[in-house]
């Protein structure tokens, strides 16, 4: 018991990282790269998440990056309008600058052994913790079958899609773009509207999957209650919220 009580602990303490590079992979969206703390490097599993303390206050973000590939931690930022953080991130942030984390946090985990397909839906930057998934499930030699499903609003917003597409090349990934508001100047051709309908009209017997799905509450909650229609097992719907 004293060494869970331990463990709390030093999740709950605030760490010092500092910034080691940051990309604008779409008008809002922003990769960031952090120091990992020493203390976490081996600690952390693929779908967690940490708090970075800006102005007295935490702010949750999912770790992008599988453990044990690299030595920092990736996280995916969207610009949330009138958000100090944000702000700060997309305008004043520079190489080296020191930020206060605490974690990582959560329960959200690839449930070993994979022994099902595996059904893997993101909606905006929830494909962070799916990134993660699918580096630490290829790293590890996964024989399963994969799906990726990734809802945006409009093509600019698949801001990592040429990764996607490369595991779909060179993996057994099959990997659907999902647009649920395509304008005119993204000339798409793909799949439109809800993911979750999207996924049901391509598979509609659900029954034999694992799903582990992260986005918008509404979405998941829409996906939650149509993928048990489809014969999912309600224990294989694997999800996080923060």
């Given amino acids: 018991m004293p060494a869970i009580i331990d463990a709390t602990r030093q999740k709950m303490q605030k760490l010092t990282t500092r910034i080691l590079m940051?990309?604008?992979l779409s008008p809002d969206i922003m990769?960031?790269?952090?120091?990992?703390?020493a203390t976490i490097r081996a600690n952390y599993q693929s779908g967690q998440y940490i708090n970075i303390h800006y102005n007295d206050r935490p702010r949750?973000?999912?770790l992008a990056n599988a453990p044990g590939q690299n030595e920092h931690l990736e996280l995916h930022?969207?610009?949330v309008p009138d958000n100090d953080f944000t702000d700060y991130i997309f305008e004043k942030s520079s190489r080296g600058d020191v930020l206060e984390m605490s974690g990582p946090f959560g329960e959200f985990s690839i449930r070993q052994p994979c022994e099902h397909p595996l059904l893997f839906v993101a909606g905006g930057t929830g494909f962070a913790p799916?990134?993660?998934?699918i580096e630490?499930?290829?790293?590890?030699?996964?024989p399963q079958a994969m799906h990726l499903y990734w809802e945006v609003r409009t093509r600019q917003d698949l801001y990592l899609e040429t990764l996607a597409h490369a595991w779909q090349r060179h993996h057994d990934i099959h990997y659907t773009p999902v647009l649920s508001q395509p304008g005119k100047a993204d000339h798409w051709?793909?799949?439109q509207g809800l993911v979750h309908e999207v996924v049901g009209a391509q598979l509609n017997d659900l029954s034999p999957y694992e799903v582990y799905i992260s986005g918008p509450p509404q979405m998941i909650?829409?996906?939650h209650r149509h993928f048990l229609d489809l014969g999912l097992t309600a224990e294989h719907f694997h999800t996080e919220s923060y």
Avoid: D, H, Q, V
């Fill in 31 to 37: 990769l960031l790269f952090l120091a990992c703390p």
């Fill in 221 to 223: 909650a829409s996906a």
């Fill in 22 to 24: 940051a990309e604008r």
């Fill in 189 to 191: 051709t793909g799949k």
């Fill in 60 to 62: 949750s973000f999912s």
């Fill in 130 to 133: 799916i990134k993660s998934f």
């Fill in 136 to 142: 630490y499930l290829l790293a590890a030699g996964n």
């Fill in 77 to 79: 930022i969207r610009r």
